[in-house]
């Protein structure tokens, strides 16, 4: 079969790679009907070193089952299916408590032995915790939207649960990408009073709006800031959804945010050291998120994109083929697609 494989900085190629087979019991062969291209995959493309072998990259997916391992038990070939951007069994002790992310037994897509998403077909280790069933078939229209339970769309979820944003509160969201403009939807979702949408491409903040941002702040950094300050009374907001990654971001986010706030980050950081000083101490500022356990929330997100409640699969804004994928990385990374769905 022909799969997407990383060689090194804006080196991305489709080639031939074995046909995945099952290996464990717990396994199953899942052949992929829609993939897309993440922002976290900009960051090796962006800076990974040459290497002589290429690495299986992507990790969001939904497809159809073809096969399924002696173990596996509520899946059949035929299923349309989802996975989230990490496996797991979702048995055990982390799982039970909704941290996938943390499985005992769980890994990564694209690790040495694993299949990446970006290809015809993939094996799915500990496919009976990690595959979610979509009632829907091969050909629905929802499909893009279902594609985001992957990753952006649970992932903007997590960033505004862990940010504490409900009913009444308001909430910044810093990072018109496709996490940031999810993570206005899952605000939005949550019932949040008023969401600000920090991002300066006029085309995503556009989205944004149509997603619920109530307020665009194109200004960055002191300005932007600034302007925050002038929308709520120079008090900031309650919850502030960081969605880029990057340390400027991070400050701009404690320059929003109000006494006794929470700054949830989602976008992989870029750096090492929180600048979490006294002043943000004598404000009681929480500063929470990381990696988003998609797999906890597929079940409670599915039936809003099911019913037409919520469309986040309008953050795809290319699709290619899959000989076309490396335009696509190109395209993403030269800001001139936001989001780029890959059908096989
Ligand atoms: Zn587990």
Not at 217 to 227: C, D, S, T
Not at 265 to 271: E, F, I, N, S
């Amino acid at each position: 079969m022909r799969a997407t494989l990383i060689y090194g900085a804006g080196d991305v190629r489709v080639e031939d790679v074995p046909d995945p087979r099952l290996h464990e019991p717990t396994d199953a062969v899942v052949r992929v009907l829609r993939s897309c291209v993440c922002g976290s995959d900009l960051w090796p493309y962006g800076a990974k070193k040459d290497a002589t072998e290429g690495d299986r990259i992507g990790h969001e997916f939904l497809g159809v089952v073809e096969e399924v391992g002696s173990e596996v038990s509520g899946l059949v070939g035929g299923d349309v299916v989802v996975a989230p951007f990490v496996w797991a069994d979702n048995t055990c002790d982390f799982c039970t408590e909704g941290l996938q992310t943390s499985c005992r037994h769980g890994g990564q897509w694209g690790a040495p032995g694993v299949d990446g998403g970006q290809g015809e077909a993939v094996r799915v280790p500990q496919a009976q915790g990690t595959l979610v069933k979509l009632p829907v078939g091969e050909d629905s229209t929802l499909l893009p939207s279902l594609l985001t339970l992957s990753d952006v769309f649970p992932t903007g979820h997590h960033c505004a649960v862990t940010a504490r944003v409900g009913p009444r509160t308001t909430v910044t969201v810093i990072g018109d990408g496709a996490v940031g403009l999810s993570a206005v939807l899952a605000a939005k979702r949550l019932g949040a009073e008023r969401i600000i949408l920090m991002g300066r491409h006029t085309d995503r903040t556009d989205l944004g709006r149509e997603f619920g941002a109530t307020d665009v702040v194109a200004e960055r950094g002191a300005e932007g800031v600034e302007k925050v300050g002038e929308l709520t009374g120079g008090d900031g907001t309650h919850a502030v959804l960081e969605c880029v990654g990057l340390k400027p971001a991070l400050e701009t986010a404690f320059g929003v945010v109000r006494a006794g706030g929470v700054v949830s980050r989602v976008g992989a950081p870029q750096y090492s050291d929180v600048p979490m000083d006294g002043g943000l101490f004598m404000r009681n500022i929480t500063l929470t998120g990381g990696v988003a356990p998609a797999r906890a929330y597929i079940e409670e997100l599915l039936p809003d994109i099911l019913d037409g409640r919520v469309e986040p699969g309008r953050v795809f804004d290319r699709t290619v083929g899959l000989d076309e994928v490396p335009d696509g990385y190109r395209a993403m990374a030269d800001r001139k697609a936001l989001k780029v769905l890959i059908r096989p």
